[in-house]
């Protein structure tokens, strides 16, 4: 059902070709902060892609609604300085991978994990 959410997380999306690095709020994997979530609530993503680039931004273990439209996805395509809000139900606690699905952006510092507080 629709409801608004219990928090905003802020994710910041950055990177260059040259030199080949991609980040997440300034960070790489696997030093990326976990973005923590409770059982039960409603989060709400804001994702900012401050790059040149699409990211294919993929969460394991959910799918999420487009705030803008309600459309449920599991990956949504980010373009070059695009913002967009997601919002997900965490309904299935445990260590969650999110990442871009352009693996070779993922394998060089783009990918992060969703942890459900215990």
Not at 20 to 49: A, C, L
């Amino acid at each position: 059902p629709r409801r608004g959410p219990n928090r905003l997380l802020k994710m910041v999306l950055e990177g260059s070709m040259n030199p080949y690095r991609w980040t997440i709020n300034g960070q790489r994997h696997p030093d990326v902060e976990p973005f923590p979530v409770e059982s039960g609530e409603r989060v709400r993503f804001k994702i900012m892609n401050r790059s040149s680039m699409f990211h294919p931004w993929h969460i394991h273990g959910h799918t999420f609604a487009l705030a803008a439209s309600g459309l449920r996805k599991d990956t949504v395509i980010l373009r070059p300085m695009q913002v967009m809000y997601l919002e997900l139900q965490a309904d299935n606690p445990g260590l969650w991978m999110n990442h871009c699905h352009n693996l070779y952006h993922a394998e060089n510092g783009m990918m992060s994990t969703l942890a459900y507080k215990r």
